[in-house]
């Protein structure tokens, strides 16, 4: 099997589930991110979308319909052997076979995390249906270990937009609206993933010097992301033409030369998050809060007030506001 050694890596022209039987260890992958085909005559997209192929790399290998099933338990047993416990994978699959990988995956011992709606432009116009304009992200993880999970990596839990809402919990959202990136007159492979998506889904599930494995590498966006934000990479391409191609590329990406457009969260702890709550500052919340609203503050502002006032954190304050606190003169009348 053809092999390419680049800074931070390695990738393989072949077929990934011959090869990863063959170059990869049991429990020594960090994170799996994977486009795998989609099983609908993806070598003939340009009949379908009536696109202009002259700047695709030829050479798509697509996988029969009648195969999918059988190609689907085959290299997601693979995936789930490779990973880690407590390694995380994410499927990017259409609607047209996804229950194969969904039976597939039962198979396993990996659990499902979260099952992600990818929204994007450039959806196909049809007429006597609805617009097909998603991709599912299936998120799973194999037990048995400690799985990365970066809550503040990209916004702290204390960053607000205009309106008040919370940006961490926005961009933590199960639904996605990332545009597909639109490369006219650049040399690309049938589908390639945005680096939006794959940064997003790298910073979250892994750390610089982690190990990140693309079993269908095509367009090899998630190699050039992986090398970008300093993890070590591992790929499977099967398609001769697009591996010489798109290797080329990643050969070009210097290790770790994404990090610094990475945006900087702010992360502000107050001083008494995890420390038990006594009675008393249960009862004090509770009574700024009412006085809050008797002098007509939102609930937003009034618990942002309190955060500052009593160092705790958002979550921590709404979980105490929906308890019921007795009166402190009960409490008096009781002694």
């Known amino acids: 099997m053809k092999q390419l050694l680049i800074p931070g890596g390695i990738l393989y022209n072949g077929d990934c589930i011959v090869g990863a039987k ?8 960090d994170l799996i991110i994977t486009d795998p085909p989609y099983g609908i005559q993806g070598d003939m ?8 192929e002259r700047f695709v790399v030829q050479g798509y290998v697509e996988v029969s319909t009648n195969a999918y ?10 995936a789930a052997r490779i990973l880690r416990p407590g390694g995380s994978i994410y499927i990017i699959s259409g609607y047209t076979n996804l229950y194969h990988i969904l039976s ?3 198979q396993t011992e990996l659990v ?8 994007y432009n450039f959806g196909v116009f049809t007429k006597k249906k609805y617009i097909s304009s998603h991709y599912h ?11 990365t999970f970066q809550t503040e990596v990209r916004f702290g839990l204390c960053e607000k937009d205009e309106n008040g809402g919370s940006c961490n919990y926005q961009d933590r959202g199960d639904v996605w609206i990332m545009n597909r990136e639109f490369k006219p007159g650049k040399i690309k492979n049938k589908n390639e993933l945005p680096y939006e998506l794959l940064v997003k889904m790298m910073q979250y599930s892994s750390q610089e010097g982690d190990q990140i494995c693309d079993l269908f590498l095509g367009g090899c966006s998630t190699a050039k992301v992986a090398i970008g934000l300093n993890r070590k990479i591992i790929g499977f391409e099967i398609s001769p ?38 009675s008393e500052e249960r009862q004090a919340v509770h009574k700024r809060y009412h006085e809050f609203m008797q002098a007509g503050m939102s609930k ?19 979980r105490c506001l929906k308890e019921d606190i007795p009166d402190e003169r009960e409490n008096q009348n009781e002694r």
């Open 22 to 29: 063959q170059y990869i260890k049991d429990n020594s992958i």
């Open 45 to 52: 997209l340009h009949h379908h979308y009536n696109r202009d």
């Open 69 to 78: 099933e059988e190609f689907s338990h085959a290299w997601i047993k693979e």
């Open 104 to 106: 597939a995956l039962r």
């Open 112 to 119: 499902e995390i979260n099952h992600i709606i990818w929204k």
């Open 137 to 147: 992200i299936l998120y799973y993880e194999k037990i048995g270990g400690n799985r």
């Open 241 to 278: 033409t697009i591996f010489d191609i798109k290797t080329k590329e990643v050969e070009t990406i210097i290790p770790g030369s994404m990090l610094s457009s990475l945006r900087i969260p702010v992360l502000t702890t107050p001083g008494r998050r995890g420390k038990r709550w006594s």
């Open 300 to 318: 937003t502002n009034a618990i942002s007030t309190l955060e500052k006032e009593f160092e705790r954190g958002r979550f921590s304050l709404s």
